[in-house]
C-alpha cells in the first residue's frame, strides 16, 4: 500500500512536470543548452525537443526502478528495507525532475551562462544522494537490483552485509567529495575537476569490490 501511494504520488509529480515543461516550450528557442562545463559554461547545445525528452527521463526512472523489483530473484527481501528503497526512488525522481529545468533556466538566464550554480546543483545533489544512501545502506538486504552487488556478496550472505557496511562508508565519503567538487570546480577547472571526479567514481567502485573480495578470500575479518 505505502508502495502503491507513493508510485502515484510520484507519477503526479511527474505529471505536473511534464505538463509545465509543455508550457514554456512554445517560447524556447529552437537550439538550447543540453550540457554545461565544469566552469559553468554552455558547451553542448540541442534542438528543443530534447527539453520534452529529458522531462520524460523522470517517468522512465520510475518506472524502471518500481517494476525491477518485482522481477528480483530475491524481490522478498525488499520487504526488509522498504523504507529505504522508497526514499531512494522519491530522491532519484525528485533530483531529475528539478535538473531537467537547466535548460529553461538558463534561457531565461536565472542560471547565468559561466555561472558556478550548474555544477553545484548537479554534483551538489548527487553528492547529497550518495551521502544519504550510504547512512542507510547497511539496512540493505540481499537482492540483486540495489546496493552493492558483488558476485561474493551475492553469494553470501555475511559478505553482503560487510559490503553493505563498507559500501555506506565509501558512498559517505564519494558525496562529500561530490559536494567538495560541485562548489569548487569552477575555481579548479576542467582539467582537475574532471580527474578528480573520475577518481572518485572509479576509485569508490574499485575499492568496493576489493573490500568484498577480501573477505571472501577471508584476509578481511
Known sequence: MKNK????????????????????????????????GFDGQVDGWGPKYMILVT??????????????????????NFQKF?????????GIVLFLCGISWLSELTVYNVLPDGS?????????????????LGNYMPRIKQNYTFGCRTPWALADEHNWNRTQRMGGITFV??????????????????????GALLAVIFGGGIWIY????????????
Open 210 to 221: 576489493v573490500y568484498s573480495f577480501l573477505v571472501f578470500k577471508k584476509i578481511m575479518r
Open 82 to 90: 522498504g523504507g529505504i528503497y522508497r526514499g531512494f526512488l522519491a
Open 173 to 194: 565519503v564519494m558525496g562529500v567529495a561530490l559536494l567538495f567538487l560541485g562548489l569548487f570546480a569552477k575555481a579548479l577547472g576542467e582539467g582537475l575537476t574532471l
Open 55 to 76: 522531462a520524460l527521463i523522470p517517468a522512465v526512472i520510475l518506472l524502471l526502478i518500481a517494476v525491477v523489483p518485482k522481477i528480483d530473484p530475491r524481490s522478498e
Open 5 to 36: 501511494k507513493l508510485l502515484i504520488a510520484l507519477g503526479a509529480v511527474c505529471l505536473v512536470n511534464f505538463i509545465a515543461h509543455l508550457y514554456f516550450y512554445p517560447a524556447m528557442p529552437d537550439t538550447v543548452p543540453m550540457h554545461w
Open 116 to 132: 558556478s550554480l550548474v555544477g553545484v546543483l548537479v554534483s551538489g545533489g548527487i553528492g547529497i544522494l550518495f551521502i544519504l
